[in-house]
């Protein structure tokens, strides 16, 4: 049972857009929630983390959580060619305790 | 800051063969935590060290396993290799355990 589900993709936004990306999970102790970016052929970069219901923004992305669905996702606006990647959704049940595990969804 | 260092890059081993990955963390950082990407799988959870301590396990068997030095540093070992060993092992390292920051990797190829 998949426990973080994302689209696979591909998506294709025209430059200057607003890039969406979801993510469901299946773990209603998830309490971090992260999102990271992955270049062909390099290691995961993390750019957004969010912890609380709402929406938390940095720059050109937003990531959105609501924990009474059970998803979380990323905006990424004036998408640019720079922006073609692999984007990671992952969590954690950690939250003062002691799980720090990341789970990580397929990507998009 | 430095960021995470991982050696070696490459490696290609023989079935049957053992390996032992390194990993030095961000400076300050005292949890560290090892991935295994595969194109079949994604991003799986290996274990996650913090001060010397294992906190986190995944469902991995025995044959990977993993420790961590008072410098923080760690290192994990796969013994008896196989095919599907070959992987990127990734090694993260964070301040408490939450946010994570991932090293470049290291490409194992097993022959």
């Known amino acids: 049972q998949k426990e973080v589900e994302q689209n696979s993709g591909p998506l294709s936004v025209p430059e200057g857009a607003i890039a969406s990306l979801n993510c469901t999970y299946s773990d209603r102790g998830s309490q971090s929630f992260f999102w990271y970016r992955q270049y062909s052929g390099k290691s995961p970069e993390l750019i957004m983390s969010?912890?609380?219901?709402g929406d938390k923004e940095d720059g050109r992305f937003t990531a959105q959580l609501n924990k009474a669905s059970q998803y979380v996702s990323l905006l990424i606006r004036d998408s640019q060619p720079s922006d073609s990647a692999t984007y990671l959704c992952a969590m954690s049940a950690g939250s003062g305790g002691s799980n720090y595990k990341l789970t990580f969804g397929r990507g998009t | 800051k430095a960021g995470v260092t991982q050696t070696p890059r490459y490696l290609i081993k023989t079935r049957g063969q053992q390996v032992t990955l390194s990993c030095s963390p961000i400076s300050g950082h005292r949890s560290v935590s090892w991935y295994q990407q595969t194109p079949g799988q994604g991003l799986q959870f290996l274990f996650e060290y913090f001060s010397e301590t294992q906190r986190n396990k995944g469902n991995f068997p025995g044959r990977f396993s993993g420790r961590q030095f008072s410098n923080s540093r760690s290192e994990m070992n796969v013994s008896t290799l196989e095919l599907g060993d070959s992987a990127l092992y990734l090694c993260?390292?964070?301040?408490?355990?939450?946010?994570?920051?991932f090293g470049p990797g290291t490409r194992l190829t097993v022959t």
């Open positions: 969010i912890y609380s219901n």
């Open positions: 993260a390292s964070s301040l408490k355990g939450y946010e994570q920051y």
